[in-house]
């Protein structure tokens, strides 16, 4: 791997709302990832009280005990482990006692043996007034923050990771103003060089990141962007999910971007073939052919359709993923639902309640009856 490969960051974020995985879970995502040549695992789960709603204290020793087997886990595979804090909701930004919590989390986290750190101001509300301290705007204060945290970590860390996403991480967002007037350029002029700055493309959930559109990111912020990837993330999407290609993406991409990292279904056993896509896109030296990507990683998913009828059939597990493909895009074999496939769904999502990975049913199940469902609704209009 050159220099350059391994500074990039590629890999995985739980970073969704909604039930964490277990560490059963995560496990087995490490051993995928470092098969694949994926680096990096940023831990960022809304749902873990202390990452986001009580952030200002310390992991009791049950939940630090599970963390800590997490982080000698990815060590143990020479992935990075990257800890997550998100305190926008509630922060004061001019209190000195709000940073030395920060740190305290920090420092627990040290002890676990992260070296890797993020702080996030997504998704919060953008007022600023008595939340700063009435010094500067939102984004100053948030760098401030940002760049002590971060020359706190290089004092005791030889060379590590920094991330920062900003309260305006995706291109609409800056189009609204959110955060204020002049968000993104004085992150940009503000924030310390070395630190990352997460950005999710033109949308939240962006059908495209163009090489153009990086580009400017980049001239505003000062620095290649890390691209934080919703492109397979279902929390928002009530029964869906999306076992599709990493797509619309140039290859071009890797060199305009400090690193790439999905944030994808919250149900752990669906994410097979969008982290597998992303692995190839991050290494393949050929040009980029999503479809064929998609074919050989659902080849390889197949073995896990295993049913108490025998083996799910390779085309029929393709037909059944095309139809849950991506969010702006359904797949080749689902974009025309003839009566001879309609037939063959309903009979595929019989077949997928009889699977034997019962993690995997569980995982699929909403999926199977929303289809259904819509399989139902075009027989009784033809």
Request: aromatic letters at 10%.
């Amino acid at each position: 791997m050159t220099a350059r490969r391994a500074s990039f960051l590629c890999g995985a974020i739980e970073g969704f709302y909604g039930k964490p995985w277990s560490i059963a879970e995560r496990f087995e995502l490490f051993d995928r990832m470092s098969e694949w040549g994926l680096n990096t695992y940023l831990y960022a789960p809304k749902d873990d009280l202390h990452h986001r709603a009580i952030w200002r204290e310390l992991y009791p020793p049950p939940e630090a005990g599970g963390l800590k087997q997490i982080v000698a886990a990815c060590r143990d595979r020479s992935l990075r482990f990257v800890y997550a804090i998100s305190p926008g909701l509630d922060i004061r930004y001019g209190r000195g006692s709000e940073l030395e919590l920060l740190c305290g989390r920090f420092e627990q986290l040290l002890d676990m043996g992260c070296e890797h750190f993020a702080v996030l101001f997504d998704d919060i509300p953008d007022t600023f007034e008595a939340a700063a301290g009435g010094v500067g705007s939102l984004a100053s204060a948030q760098c401030r923050i940002a760049n002590a945290l971060s020359d706190w970590l290089r004092a005791r860390v030889a060379d590590p990771h920094f991330l920062f996403c900003p309260t305006a991480y995706c291109g609409r967002m800056v189009e609204q103003k959110l955060g204020g007037e002049d968000y993104l350029p004085t992150v940009g002029r503000e924030l310390a060089p070395a630190i990352h700055v997460l950005w999710t493309g033109p949308n939240i959930v962006s059908r495209e990141i163009t090489l153009a559109h990086l580009e400017e990111v980049a001239r505003v912020l000062r620095r290649k962007p890390v691209i934080w990837d919703n492109l397979h993330a279902n929390d928002y999407a009530g029964l869906r999910f999306f076992c599709g290609p990493y797509s619309g993406r140039p290859l071009q991409l890797r060199e305009a971007a400090a690193g790439i990292l999905s944030n994808p279904n919250n149900e752990f056993p669906l994410n097979y073939v969008p982290l597998r896509t992303l692995a190839d896109f991050c290494a393949t030296q050929s040009p980029w052919d999503p479809r064929a990507a998609y074919l050989t990683a659902m080849r390889e998913w197949l073995p896990a359709f295993e049913t108490v009828r025998g083996s799910l059939s390779f085309d029929d597990l393709v037909l059944f993923g095309d139809c849950c493909y991506l969010p702006h895009q359904q797949g080749a074999e689902a974009e025309e639902l003839t009566p001879s496939k309609t037939a063959r769904l309903r009979e595929v999502c019989t077949r997928l309640t009889e699977v034997r990975s019962r993690p995997l049913f569980h995982a699929l199940f909403r999926g199977i009856w929303a289809l259904r469902e819509q399989l139902d609704r075009v027989e009784r209009q033809s």
